[in-house]
């Protein structure tokens, strides 16, 4: 083997496994997700019709049934939103990310937000208290950010140790916050910027399950908004998650959207090809007047 390595021709490139190992694990969660989704979508037909004949029947329903009903309910949902995720973090990153704007209720997101990942971990007993300064209200991306709103709180209960968690909704004149607070284990310094990159943990995976997407996701939707999101964490002192997203698109952003606008509403026709500078113009003019010669 090392003869075959001496042998290798100095030119060729080194590999970059890194990023080859990254590559080669995201194209594996994505046929993963794929095979899964599958049967997963038929099992959730199935569900669905099933829950709808005990409801147009309870009486005859066992309420065994009833409670196995609202188990498999529960389970396939965690599920499906796991293979969300998988295919989330292949799209993550622009401009596959673009967002697109709607006018969003922030609070009334993030208490569905909140509402979800209390129904996706049923056994965890901590109190999650939401409070909301004024109306906060902007154009995002609804999916991402529940996405993202939906893995910060999830986030905080897996790791919050059953204690309080807090989740703050304001506003200035032109940034929304939103900061998800736990009291649990909190997160080492060391640890506190790579908690945003794909596939990374800070804790053993013995004995927290999950594949260490949601942070990415969740900072992938903030950033794609013109946003950022951070933590402020010392270990044993619980963690804070602070989001900050701009209420409306940057002028860049705007521009670029208003450009996509009227090329798409030009019903089928090729963009127009953009003007050119008048000494382009005269090089043009010249050059056929020689032809005509």
Same mark, same amino acid.
């Given at each position: 083997m090392t003869a075959?390595c001496d042998?290798?021709?100095d030119?060729v490139?080194a590999?970059s496994?890194?990023?080859d190992?990254?590559?080669?694990?995201?194209?594996?969660?994505?046929?993963?997700?794929?095979e899964?989704?599958t049967?997963l979508?038929?099992?959730?037909?199935q569900l669905?019709?099933?829950k709808r004949?005990?409801?147009l029947?309870?009486?005859?329903?066992? &309420?065994?049934?009833?409670?196995?009903? +609202? /188990?498999?309910?529960?389970?396939? =949902? !965690?599920l499906a #939103?796991?293979c969300d995720d998988?295919?989330?973090?292949?799209?993550?990153?622009?401009?596959?990310?673009a967002p697109?704007r709607?006018?969003v209720?922030?609070a009334?997101?993030?208490?569905g937000?909140?509402a979800a990942a209390?129904?996706?971990?049923p056994? &965890?007993?901590?109190a999650i208290?939401? +409070? /909301?300064?004024g109306?906060?209200i =902007? !154009?995002w991306d #609804?999916s991402?950010?529940e996405?993202?709103?939906?893995?910060?709180i999830k986030?905080?209960?897996l790791f919050g140790?059953d204690?309080?968690i807090s989740v703050?909704v304001?506003?200035?004149?032109?940034w929304a916050?939103?900061?998800v607070?736990?009291h649990g284990?909190?997160?080492?310094?060391e640890?506190?910027?790579?908690?945003?990159?794909p596939?990374?943990?800070a804790?053993?995976?013995e004995?927290?399950?999950?594949l260490?997407?949601g942070?990415y996701i969740?900072?992938?939707?903030?950033?794609?908004h013109?946003?950022a999101?951070?933590?402020?964490?010392?270990?044993?002192?619980?963690a804070?998650?602070?989001?900050?997203?701009?209420?409306?698109?940057r002028?860049?952003?705007?521009g670029l959207?208003?450009?996509r606008g009227r090329?798409t509403s030009?019903?089928g026709?090729a963009p127009?090809?953009?003007?050119?500078p008048?000494a382009?113009h005269?090089k043009?003019?010249?050059?056929?007047?020689l032809?005509?010669?």
């Amino acid at each position: 083997m090392t003869a075959l390595c001496d042998n290798l021709d100095d030119r060729v490139p080194a590999l970059s496994f890194r990023d080859d190992a990254a590559r080669l694990r995201e194209d594996f969660l994505v046929l993963a997700a794929h095979e899964i989704r599958t049967p997963l979508t038929s099992l959730l037909l199935q569900l669905q019709l099933t829950k709808r004949m005990t409801e147009l029947e309870p009486e005859k329903t066992p &309420a065994w049934a009833a409670a196995m009903l +609202a /188990v498999f309910d529960r389970q396939l =949902g !965690r599920l499906a #939103r796991l293979c969300d995720d998988m295919f989330e973090a292949r799209r993550a990153e622009p401009p596959q990310r673009a967002p697109v704007r709607e006018r969003v209720d922030l609070a009334a997101l993030v208490r569905g937000a909140v509402a979800a990942a209390v129904a996706h971990r049923p056994a &965890a007993r901590g109190a999650i208290a939401v +409070a /909301v300064d004024g109306v906060v209200i =902007g !154009r995002w991306d #609804r999916s991402q950010i529940e996405r993202m709103a939906f893995h910060l709180i999830k986030n905080a209960i897996l790791f919050g140790e059953d204690k309080p968690i807090s989740v703050e909704v304001r506003a200035t004149r032109l940034w929304a916050r939103l900061i998800v607070r736990d009291h649990g284990m909190g997160i080492a310094r060391e640890d506190q910027e790579r908690i945003f990159a794909p596939f990374e943990r800070a804790v053993p995976v013995e004995r927290f399950g999950g594949l260490g997407l949601g942070l990415y996701i969740a900072h992938a939707a903030a950033r794609a908004h013109g946003g950022a999101i951070r933590v402020q964490s010392e270990l044993g002192r619980g963690a804070a998650f602070i989001v900050d997203l701009p209420l409306a698109p940057r002028p860049i952003e705007r521009g670029l959207a208003a450009r996509r606008g009227r090329l798409t509403s030009r019903r089928g026709l090729a963009p127009r090809a953009p003007e050119l500078p008048r000494a382009a113009h005269l090089k043009l003019a010249h050059h056929r007047l020689l032809r005509s010669h």
